[in-house]
């Protein structure tokens, strides 16, 4: 397992812009998968976007695809989402999980791929 930090969040309006990252320790950073998901009051938590290793596979739910990009920087340890057109649905807590117990993989939509969890930041859309 790997800690994972992440920081990025606060309050925007509808229609604003907001770029989430998460520091991530280790030195296995560039063998695995990360993923974002969220979870907002009262719902279950799902899956927002994942990006492979390499970066260069990376996959979206359908409620965010064109809105929002995922991508990593191996040489830093970090992943980043940035978040554009945010609408008030988006309003969640975002948490970054890693994938560490599968090397050289293919990004993943389901939970229960990662291992490792951050603890969160607060994400809020004003309308």
């Known amino acids: 397992q790997v800690q994972l930090v992440e920081s990025g969040g606060g309050l925007v309006q509808a229609g604003g812009s907001l770029r989430l990252s998460c520091a991530a320790s280790g030195r296995r950073f560039s063998s695995y998968s990360m993923g974002w998901f969220r979870q907002a009051p009262g719902k279950e938590r799902e899956f927002v976007a994942a990006?492979?290793?390499?970066?260069?596979?990376?996959i979206y739910a359908d409620s965010v695809k064109g809105r929002f990009t995922v991508s990593r920087d191996n040489a830093k340890n970090t992943v980043y989402l940035q978040m554009n057109s945010l609408k008030p649905e988006d309003t969640a807590v975002y948490y970054c999980?890693?994938?560490?117990?599968?090397?050289?993989?293919?990004?993943?939509?389901?939970?229960?791929?990662?291992?490792?969890w951050g603890q969160g930041t607060q994400v809020t859309v004003s309308s």
């Open positions: 999980a890693a994938d560490t117990r599968t090397t050289w993989g293919d990004p993943s939509r389901s939970a229960r791929r990662y291992d490792s």
């Open positions: 990006i492979s290793w390499s970066g260069d596979s990376t």
